[in-house]
């Protein structure tokens, strides 16, 4: 016979384990330092993920202890378990737990991010090229001035970041800046960043792209606005006719349907 389970201590234990994990886990700085106006966001967002994370880890270990401690087999018992046939309320709990979860984890999310893509008044727009296996960059409010390997941007102004690829899918990530968006072949993906904090970064590839992934990098600086302007003034080159064509063929057709290939 089962008996009861003693539901409330196992509830407390859960909690107390919580409350230890999380004590540890949070504390740590997994995110290294922020440059963004989106990083404390995402950061807090992470804390709360390892909070919940821990629970559903501690509720786990809890079952999981309590039903070895209390269902040991007796020594020279080599008899069968006995066949259980479900168990409703224990049914409706591991579903509408780990939904209610699931259900926060998503609004929560939905809301930092629109939160953070909230677009700003008089943004600078900044087109990203990337290709096997390098990164450059167009500033089409300065004339399409052209940068190749580094990429400079002012202080405290929102960034629009329009990404294309000339080849295979990459990845943008400058970690401080926290945001990711993926560079894909056909389509002009985008980005919204409003860097907070003077400083150099780098600017990494974050897929898979070939034999030179691991050296796909750009150097990122972030400047005074006045900074800023003098090194775009600077620039001499514009962006080549070929990436230009890829900018428009990019933002005009969308990509095809996939049956349409005839795959
Ligand atoms: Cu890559």
New binding site residues.
Partial sequence: MMGRLPIAKMFAATIVLTVVISAVMVPINWDGQGASTAAPKIDDLLNVMIVLSSFVFSLVMVMLFYALWKFKAKPGDESDGEPIHGNTRLEVAWTLIPTIIVLFGAGYSWAVLSDIEEPADNPLTVDVFSQQ?AWSFGYPGKGNAYSQGELHVPLDRQVQFKMHSLDVI?SFWVPEWRIKKDNVPGITTTATVTPDRVGTYQLI?T???GFG?AS?RAKVVVESPAKFQKWVGELKQKVPQPLMESVIQDTQTNPEPLSAGGA
């Fill in positions: 296996y990459h590839c897929e898979l792209c992934h796909m």
